[in-house]
């Protein structure tokens, strides 16, 4: 199954986020809400027993503070306990990290998150 981008510049307003929009804000805020989300691809999962969604985020840290808030979700992503509202994060894993140091400081973190809707 083909994950379909979410368009960041174009998400509803309106008073209530989505979950997509909530887990953005949960994996910005471990990074001390430093790192710009380049990508977000949502996928539909299930299972026998549950049903939920697959997120893809890169996102990218320029600058020696928000670089530091990158190392602080690549060490911690894994065993973070996440609260968004009606979900239960299953498995988060960081699937790759990409840094430069010329000509200025930069690190790209892709990671994903697997959630299950929770009754």
């Known amino acids: 199954m083909r994950a379909d981008p979410i368009d960041l510049s174009t998400a509803t307003r309106t008073g209530r986020r989505s979950t997509g929009e909530r887990l953005r804000e949960a994996v910005l805020a471990l990074a001390g809400g430093h790192g710009d989300v380049l990508l977000h691809s949502e996928t539909a999962w299930a299972s026998i027993t ?38 239960l994060v299953a498995d988060a894993a960081v699937c790759g990290v990409e840094s430069r140091l010329v000509p200025e400081v930069r690190m790209v973190v892709e990671c994903e998150l697997l959630l299950l809707e929770d009754a």
Do not use: K, M, N
């Open 50 to 87: 549950f049903t939920g969604t697959r997120h893809r985020l890169r996102i990218a840290f320029e600058g020696d503070e928000a670089v530091a808030g990158g190392e602080e979700l690549v060490a911690a992503l894994p065993e973070h306990e996440f609260a968004i509202p009606r979900q």
